[in-house]
């Protein structure tokens, strides 16, 4: 009979410290690490290969013959028994074509035999084992002889393929962007916005002129506006991110033009409007004060008391 394949998993071990193997354990080979993904969005998973080399020679007797060694991947059932790993587990592709089987002859002197990790692989540490399926007339592998081979527990090569289960990118990017949203909306909202846009705490200013009196109550509104033309329709979306502005209209006021009331301190108020249109004992009002503001195109006397 023929003698044996004198190398048949020269490079099968890289990485052995990957899988905590010792240096005496050389027979079981870390064959490599690949991720998955649910698909989202327009990122769809693809598969990772991930590629071994095995080198080997045949004798003289096996190439002379045409010998040929066929190798299955197994696994360990629940009962202990090996049984081929199931194709939806594992896609097998010797040299870039798909196989069921790897089947070695003897016009190679290496294979490149990739693994592809299928949906229904578990996200774990897979031990595999390479078993002999047919021998091709070899009477030994590896100085494992036939008889040996043939036994329900012989294996050529345990096989160490981690799978694990992360993030689609596109969904990791997107989960980011949401935490660092919500991380500016609540620094917006618990400190940003009432720097940026201040409100008023409370309090009210009552606005006198001729037969005219209004009280406008303030807490809470970023802005008081004395207009006598249409106001300004603010969206929801912008009372909720900069505060709301109180408009009080009256279209046969004095207000030739707008005059605003916008924080100033705590307890102080900052008037502003145009200087051609009016002048006001000041521009600063403090609670509890009285302040004129006159209108200087038709005299208006106009009262406000700060409270």
């Known amino acids: 009979m023929f003698a044996n394949l004198l190398r048949l998993f020269a490079?099968?071990?890289?990485?052995?410290?990957?899988?905590?193997?010792?240096?005496?354990?050389?027979?079981?080979?870390?064959?490599?690490?690949?991720?998955?993904?649910?698909?989202?969005?327009?990122?769809?998973?693809?598969?990772?290969?991930?590629?071994?080399?095995?080198?080997?020679?045949?004798?003289?007797?096996?190439?002379?013959?045409?010998?040929?060694?066929?190798?299955?991947?197994?696994?360990?059932?629940?009962?202990?028994?090996?049984?081929?790993?199931?194709?939806?587990?594992?896609e097998i592709f010797v040299n870039g074509a798909k196989q069921e089987n790897i089947r070695i002859t003897p016009d190679m002197d290496s294979v490149k035999v990739g693994f592809v990790l299928g949906r229904a692989a578990e996200a774990k540490g897979h031990h595999w084992y390479f078993r002999a399926i047919d021998m091709g007339g070899m009477d030994r592998i590896?100085?494992?002889?036939?008889?040996?081979?043939?036994?329900?527990?012989?294996?050529?090569?345990?096989?160490?393929?981690?799978?694990?289960?992360?993030?689609?990118?596109?969904?990791?990017?997107?989960?980011?962007?949401?935490?660092?949203?919500?991380?500016?909306?609540?620094?917006?909202?618990?400190?940003?916005?009432?720097?940026?846009?201040?409100?008023?705490?409370?309090?009210?200013?009552?606005?006198?002129?001729g037969n005219f009196y209004k009280v406008l109550r303030i807490g809470g509104c970023k802005q008081v506006v004395c207009t006598k033309g249409g106001t300004k329709q603010e969206s929801a979306l912008s009372q909720l991110f900069t505060g709301k502005v109180l408009y009080m209209k009256d279209s046969t006021g004095p207000w030739v033009s707008d005059v605003v009331f916008s924080p100033s301190s705590r307890k102080r108020i900052r008037l502003r409007y145009k200087t051609a249109d009016f002048t006001a004992d000041s521009n600063l009002l403090s609670k509890g004060e009285v302040y004129n503001l006159k209108s200087i195109s038709d005299g208006t006397e106009i009262k406000l008391t700060i409270q």
């Not at 080979?29 to 991720?35: C, H, P």
């Not at 008889?147 to 393929?161: G, M, N, P, Q, T």
């Open 11 to 90: 490079v099968f071990f890289v990485a052995v410290n990957l899988i905590g193997c010792t240096a005496e354990e050389k027979d079981i080979v870390a064959w490599g690490s690949t991720k998955e993904y649910d698909d989202f969005l327009w990122e769809d998973f693809i598969p990772d290969t991930l590629t071994r080399t095995i080198a080997f020679e045949f004798n003289k007797d096996a190439r002379r013959y045409g010998s040929a060694v066929t190798l299955g991947v197994f696994k360990r059932s629940d009962n202990g028994k090996f049984v081929p790993v199931d194709p939806a587990e594992l």
């Open 142 to 209: 590896n100085d494992i002889e036939v008889a040996d081979l043939r036994s329900d527990d012989a294996v050529l090569s345990e096989i160490v393929v981690v799978k694990k289960h992360i993030w689609n990118p596109v969904a990791l990017v997107l989960f980011w962007v949401l935490i660092v949203l919500l991380a500016l909306l609540l620094l917006w909202f618990g400190m940003g916005r009432n720097q940026v846009y201040p409100k008023f705490r409370g309090g009210s200013i009552v606005v006198e002129y």
